[in-house]
């Protein structure tokens, strides 16, 4: 009995260590601090030809945001990829050059008059808010630029200060007015956004191999703990299996619905999902999941001999040995003391007989 009431107690109080480890890690799991995530983009394999580069920006940002704190958004691409113009802008400036002409000969009127996002003037002409826009605004931009790069020290720091509201204004307005002289933007769309964008030389792969090594210098750092990679490019697969293996979680936005990518990481989105917010909210699940799976690969049991023998061998449990042999010890003295009461009486009489006859000798 008291072997097995041992047995009991060890069992109890390992059930009773497995519901507590289950509680607190529960308890870590909902108050664990939210991932550094990482946008990591190839703009050389995946341009946002079909989104406008600042609102695909905006997106994707918001979409990773889903997943933790976003720390570093960072672009590569060479110059061919900055120069070049899509076919959507394309057709679009085409239609802007056709409506111009339709406007000037007065064979068209907008419902709506243009308006000046620096001044607040209106045009019924968009060839006059371009005119306007380039006389006026372009040239005051020229001159604060001068006078900040003309000033030093003290003096300086209060120049851009004081113009940079009024520059960002401007800023913004020449992206909707002005067309850009070489390509439609992409760079300086994405800066606005908050990205830091970096061109490489025209060399082959080398915004590859650029941005593979600023994604292994993030996980040397621990400074990332999601990674979301914005390609398409099988190059890239390696990485991922190592940023596995380093216990990160990752992401990858692209269009190959059965590329290696998507296979290998923790979640794939199509530029689609990014766009109709399906993604942002597909997130939440995602890192649902990722807690989940957590809390299970925590308890899952591996058998350590040495750790078992430490907890059954404790001071609190019965040393089995010592009560076996008391419990054979007593049980040999029963059987000899039996025996030998057995032996003073013949063969043929009963037991009864033979204590009633001692009984009557004494």
């Known amino acids: 009995m008291l072997r097995f009431r041992g047995i009991l107690n060890a069992v109890q109080s390992k059930r009773l260590q497995a519901l507590n480890s289950f509680n607190s890690l529960h308890l870590d799991s909902s108050n664990q601090s939210p991932f550094n995530v990482g946008i990591f983009w190839d703009l050389d394999n995946k341009p946002p030809n079909s989104f406008p580069p600042y609102d695909a920006a905006v997106r994707l940002k918001a979409v990773a945001s889903s997943f933790g704190v976003v720390r570093y958004m960072v672009a590569y691409a060479n110059r061919h990829a900055f120069s070049h113009v899509p076919s959507a802008v394309r057709e679009q400036r085409t239609e802007r050059k056709l409506l111009n002409r339709l406007e000037n000969k007065g064979a068209l009127t907008p419902v709506q008059p243009y308006l000046c996002r620096v001044c607040g003037r209106k045009f019924y002409n968009n060839?006059?808010?371009l005119n306007h826009f380039k006389q006026l605004h372009e040239r005051e931009q020229a001159k604060r630029l001068n006078q900040i790069e003309s000033a030093r020290g003290s003096r300086r720091v209060k120049l851009v200060g004081k113009f940079s509201m009024k520059m960002d204004k401007y800023r913004n307005a020449a992206m909707e007015v002005l067309t850009p002289k070489v390509g439609y933007g992409l760079g300086d769309e994405l800066k606005r956004a908050g990205f830091w964008v970096r061109m490489v030389s025209d060399k082959p792969q080398a915004a590859d191999i650029a941005l593979r090594n600023h994604i292994v210098d993030m996980m040397d750092k621990r400074n990332v703990g999601c990674v979301v990679l914005v390609s398409d490019d099988s190059d890239f697969v390696d990485v991922l299996r190592e940023a596995k293996l380093r216990c990160l979680k990752t992401v990858v936005v692209g269009d190959s619905n059965d590329g290696v990518l998507k296979r290998?990481?923790?979640?794939?989105?199509?530029?689609?999902?990014?766009?109709?917010g399906k993604a942002k909210k597909e997130g939440v699940s995602v890192v649902g999941r990722w807690k989940d799976r957590d809390i299970l690969k925590r308890l899952e049991w591996t058998y350590n001999p040495q750790m078992?023998?430490?907890?059954?061998?404790?001071d609190?449990?019965?040393?089995?040995?010592?009560?076996?042999?008391?419990?054979?010890?007593?049980?040999?003295?029963?059987?000899?003391?039996?025996?030998?009461?057995?032996?003073?009486?013949?063969?043929?009489?009963?037991?009864?007989?033979?204590?009633?006859?001692?009984?009557?000798?004494?």
Do not use: P
């Open 127 to 129: 060839e006059k808010l």
């Open 264 to 276: 290998t990481a923790d979640a794939g989105f199509s530029w689609k999902e990014v766009m109709l």
């Open 316 to 362: 609190e449990e019965v040393d089995f040995e010592t009560e076996d042999r008391e419990i054979m010890e007593g049980d040999c003295g029963k059987d000899d003391k039996f025996m030998q009461e057995k032996d003073n009486c013949a063969w043929w009489e009963l037991h009864s007989d033979f204590d009633r006859r001692s009984s009557e000798s004494h």
């Open 308 to 314: 078992e023998k430490k907890e059954y061998s404790s």
